[in-house]
């Protein structure tokens, strides 16, 4: 199993360009994300939470700042090294990306693929999450055949299937029912045990109760943070 690793941004700052003008959706964030914690990022619609989450999960370049994965900045990284941080980094997204020919199971096996683990330790670490997601018997579908929450669930599985030292979950109690939410609490409670990084960004107060630390945003800035058993 890899444990996770300290992930640190300093003044990371993010400005999107439309065609008539900059919407500046985070401003220098500073912060860690560490080891065997799980840090919640909340804040209204529109604060900048799934912006931080995608420049902190090596998808978003920064228009200011940098991110840091132990003394690695992602950003600079030549093109072979970010691919095989990127097979640490488990993502799931706050609106599910999946290829709608294949099943659930062929999604997942895809994802397992694509981090050179599609092999027997992780597709049972997949079954026996699918199994905790209440979603096993729904893996032969695919994904325009099952629910708004169930995708949600499959797109768990899928981010952490991989085994990964670093997980960035966007919203992933959306559309999901009080058992559900209990299973995805018990699934990032078994993640802080084991050692992993824990990013979560939600709404959700039941998830907001069992962050280890807490970054509240507003409009790209934080307005309030409750730190972290290390510096606490
Ligand atoms: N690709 C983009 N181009 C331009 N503006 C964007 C883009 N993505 C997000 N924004 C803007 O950046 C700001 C932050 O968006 P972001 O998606 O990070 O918010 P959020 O906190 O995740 O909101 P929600 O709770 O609704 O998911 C918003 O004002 C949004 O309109
Ligand atoms: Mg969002």
Redesign the pocket.
């Known amino acids: 199993m890899s444990e996770g690793w300290r992930v640190t941004c300093e003044g990371l700052t993010?400005r999107?360009?439309?065609w008539e003008s900059w919407?500046?959706?985070?401003k220098d964030f500073e912060g860690s994300f560490i080891p065997g914690e799980i840090t919640v990022?909340f804040?209204?619609?529109?604060?900048?939470?799934?912006?931080?989450?995608?420049a902190v999960g090596t998808l978003l370049r920064p228009t200011g700042g940098t991110v840091r994965y132990g003394e690695r900045n992602p950003y600079e990284l030549p093109r072979k090294e970010l691919l095989n941080l990127r097979r640490e980094v488990g993502i799931s997204f706050?609106q599910p990306v999946f290829v709608p020919q294949l099943t659930l199971w062929e999604n997942i096996e895809l994802v397992l693929n694509s981090s050179d683990r599609l092999d027997g330790a992780h597709k049972e670490l997949a079954v026996s999450l699918a199994e905790k997601l209440g979603i096993r018997g729904l893996l032969k579908k695919r994904p325009s055949e099952v629910s708004g929450g169930e995708l949600r669930r499959a797109s768990i599985v899928m981010a952490l299937a991989k085994d990964p030292a670093v997980v960035i979950l966007?919203?992933p109690t959306a559309y999901l029912d009080e058992e559900s939410s209990k299973a995805v609490v018990d699934i990032l409670k078994e993640l802080e045990e084991g050692g992993k990084t824990v990013v979560v960004?939600t709404?959700d107060p039941g998830l907001i109760g069992i962050a280890g630390a807490t970054y509240k945003?507003r409009y790209?800035m934080v307005v309030g943070n409750a730190l972290s058993k290390e510096t606490s």
């Open positions: 993010v999107y360009k439309t919407t500046t959706a985070l990022v804040g209204p619609s529109g604060s900048g939470k799934t912006t931080l989450l995608k706050q966007d919203e960004a709404h945003l790209g």
